[in-house]
């Protein structure tokens, strides 16, 4: 692909990251020195490399040059944890990783922590390491490309770990390709777009910031750390067409650009995904910008397989406002089907878990086999995902299954409280867990950060506010006032936290502690 584009497009510009700018051209030329150089250090085809490091144009070489070779290209996220990043490279089976010089002293600790040897490392950027990027660039000597296979692996991506340790999602040439070509044209991106990547190179669906392989469209990625402001300076000063980021930072943006919303006039596509949005967001910012809005709807096992497209957002603010809570219809690539606990399609309205079958899921999950076969048994994704379709085929996430509160012998789905109570004047965000309760098994509990000045509101004024959308077993029971939600490395809300968070409060509930703890078994 990456040939191809470098052909047909040589002088336009690839990459914009800070000061440094790469052509197609460019990101050929140096992804196949790269190669090269890997190759002479006695890389082979199915063999791990990784990559740890903030946000920089090298990332993206270093994709194409495993692309070129049939290396596995393993991302590592810079805000883990030494345990983690450990966990990674012994997983993976890493034989040598590049490492950005502001995180060297997180390899070394993971290093030091996991005992790992024999790891070839290779500094970018400002380093420290013996092996230096560009000299290996300077001296690399042409290599030959092996004969790959579409379904040959290409990378491992390393789930986030908000239910659990990380695992390696294996995904194909074909299934990066595919998602490749699939984001641009479901997004309706051409030659003349102008990308801002704001997300996290470790994550699966940085392909996205790849989408340029697809049109030859110029992708501008922020050199380190997210910046709300930098965002908005390098919009205007790139004149940044498209751009995809998570609620919560779509949420300050908004926040931002309040006051002079002509910050972003050149965006004329904003696509959120990630986690759900709350529909008074959805509202503020359909009101403030000038543009488009779309959500997508995907998994690091398979892809972006739904969307919420402009018009149906058109539609929505036309007075259908039901629609703001969907996640879409199912793209044309993708078979969904929603199964009961038995495997039995559900019927349209009724909830069930989304299985999903195409061309872009996972090949499984890295040195997993149970989970793997639990994941792809009878040749659907078991995605752990609750969902329902309408009428129209649009489908409705409630929440993921493992989250699922049982209270007094009622399903009741976190995510469906949060959508409601997240409308709530006074509430900045929210999370809901189930905590013990003696009666009625688990109860409803809201651990909720409140706007800035406004007080929390209590279990009486959420009941007042929720009571014609929640059912009564759906309120909360008990609300928790937090600074800030723990998120994961990928700004999730990390529901694993948060639930331990409460669970260290349990004395604090109405229904005592002491029961509590009984009923859960401490």
Known sequence: MLSRVARNFAGRHAYVCGQVSRTWGEMEQRSERLAGALAALGLAVGESVAILGQERLEIYEHYFACMKLGLVRVGINWRYAPAEVAHILADSGARCVLVDGRSEALLRAALAFSGIEGITVIGYGEHSQPLDYETLLRRAPSVAHPALQPADPLVISYTSGSTGAPKGVVHSHRSVALI????????????????????????????????????????????????????????????????????????????KCAGAPSALDSLRLLMYGSSPAPRSLLERIMGTLRCQLMQTYGMTEGGWVSHLTPKDHLRALAGDARLLSSAGRVGAMYQMSLRDNDGREVPTGETGEVWLRGETTMLGYRNLPKETEEALGGGWLHTNDIGRFDDEGYLYLVDRKKFMIITGAVNVFPASVEAVLADHPDIAEIAVVGLPHPEWGEAVVAVVVARSGRPVPDVKEIGEFARDRLSRMELPKHVFSIDALPRTVTSKVDKRAVLAWARDRQSDLPWGAASALERSGA
């Open 180 to 255: 490749i070509l699939q984001g641009a044209v479901s997004r309706g991106l051409t030659t003349d777009d102008v990308w801002y990547g704001a997300i996290a190179s470790s994550w699966m669906a940085c392909v996205l910031n790849m989408i340029g392989l697809a049109n030859g469209m110029t992708t501008v990625v922020m050199d380190g750390a997210f910046d709300i402001d930098r965002f908005v300076d390098e919009v205007q000063q790139h004149e940044v067409s498209a751009a995809l980021l998570v609620p919560t930072l779509a949420g300050r943006l908004l926040d």
